[in-house]
Structure formats: C-alpha cells, structure tokens
C-alpha cells in the first residue's frame, strides 16, 4: 500500500514511533477512558469491531506491555466469541472531547474474568477526522485546558436510563438502518492480516460521507492520513473487515461484518471531495443492539480536517 502511494520514506519516519511498550503518558491516556473499541476475528475468519465501556480506571496498564480490560462483552456481541488466548486483538480508545486516540494492537493473554492484552504495537493517531463530543453522563470543566472551548458551556445532563438490549442479526441492512449509516459522522473499521495481526481504527466525516449503494453494499473514501496505511494494508491483504457505527445519542450500535475492497481509480475518486482512494464494503452479517452502550454523547463540533463539500 505504501509503496502504491509514493509514501514509502514518509511512512518509514513514522514507523518510528510505534513501540512495543507503552508510554507512561499513554498509560494515564488509557486509565482515564470510559470507552474502547476492539478489532477480533470469529471462529469463521470473519472480523468484527465491538465497544466495551467502564468507569475510568476499567482500563489497567500493570506493566508497560500489558493492558488489563475490567469489561466483559455481552453474550450476543461476537466479541464473546472471538477472544481467545493466543488471539490477535487490535484496540483504539478514542477521546471525543479532547480528539485525542491512541491504538494498541497485540495478543490475548487471559481472559478470566479481565481481558488481559500483551501489547506488540502501540502508537498516537492525529486528531484528524475526529468530531468533538462531549460526554453527556459527566460534568465539564470550565477551567479545563483539556475541554474545548465550544464544549465548556454544555450544561451537565444526567445519565440515561438504559433500555432493555434488543438485539437484531439480519443477512442486509433495513431501511432504517441505511438511513443511520447515511447519516453518520463517524464510525470503526477492524481488520486482520493474514500474519495473524489485527487492528481497530477510527473514521470520520461529513454525514453522507459513507455511501449507501444498496442493502449489501457502502462505500466511504479514505482521507489523506498517516500514511502508514495499517487498515488498508490489511484490507489488501486480507479482505475481511468490520465496521463499528455507534448512535451517540441514544446508545446503540450497528455492527457490520463482511470484505473490504480498495479502488483506486483516479475518476471514481476524483468524484469525492477529499478522497484519495475508496473503499467499498459488502454486507455479509448486520447485528443491531438497542441500548448497547451505556454512555451517550452531544455533538459540539465537525473536526476542522473535514474536506469541504462539492457545490
């Protein structure tokens, strides 16, 4: 992928700050998250992207290459089934109000109770692409550095009561959930590669910039970014992935599995602002849980990254 782009001197100065270990100022990172999105493969090599939420401090760093993960999936989420000890995990925890993430990838080590994660890549993403959000179930800090401006005269709403989960597994997407992924500004995207590896990763956009073709069929473009290409590489490696979309309002989350497939077409491409490639994703499993995440969002701003749209 690299080399296909012309990048590969840039992409080679990046690698630079991916490590095995991590960081004590990505440890603090880690501990003060309420939220993490995980990449795994299921029993049939396909890959989904799940959420798992907590308190802060639910995610441990007791040593500087392990994560310890206070969460345990819902039994009708596929990640109940994708962890394994020896299994490729990829993670991201993202900070909405602050635009900060960071992404851990390695393998699971124990799952007893806690996830246990031995870590064998882990690095900062710009905050590109990242809508800002402020978490509804918190106070916001007026005097806070860290809070954004915009975010700091969001008055405090209390948390929600979480309806009861409804789950729904379909083979295509419902009208109404096209709808949602049309509409959508932001979502996940797991992938693995055929050395065992797997990763998680954030998108965003203007809402529209996933397409919806038909009921089995998205395309969304892939923006200018690290160029490390870790999910496209996979993806050319190896085309199954999972798309994580998350109604930050009301908590629920659509998950997607199916493959990946990158275009690079100059006119296809040229016809999406800000694009440099497109990817198009085909439908094979669609699994739709009502009040599946327990924390709930307000949008204050689109990141300033966002390409503008085409009159």
Known sequence: MQGQAGVQTEAARISNSIHSTIPLPAQTFLHEQRMIVIGAVDPEDRVWASVLTGEPGFLKTPDEQTVEISATPHPFDPLSQNLHVGGAIGMIAIDFATRRRMRVNGWVKGKQGTLVVHTEQVYANCPKYIQARALLSEKTDEHSPNVPHAQ??????????QAPSQVVRK???????????G?????????SNTAGGADASHRGGRPGFVQVEHASRLIFPDYSGNRMFQTLGNISAEPHAGLLFLDFERGDSLQLTGEAQIIWDGERVAA????????????????EVKGACPLHWQLIAYSPFLPAARA
């Open 171 to 181: 083979e295509a997407l419902t009208s109404e959930q096209q709808a949602w992924i």
């Open 272 to 287: 999406v602002a800000g694009a440099e490639r497109l990817v198009v994703f085909t439908v094979e499993e669609v699994l």
């Open 152 to 161: 700091q005269h969001v008055p405090r709403a209390e948390p929600r009561a």
């Open 183 to 191: 509409s959508a500004d932001t979502f996940f995207i797991a992938s």
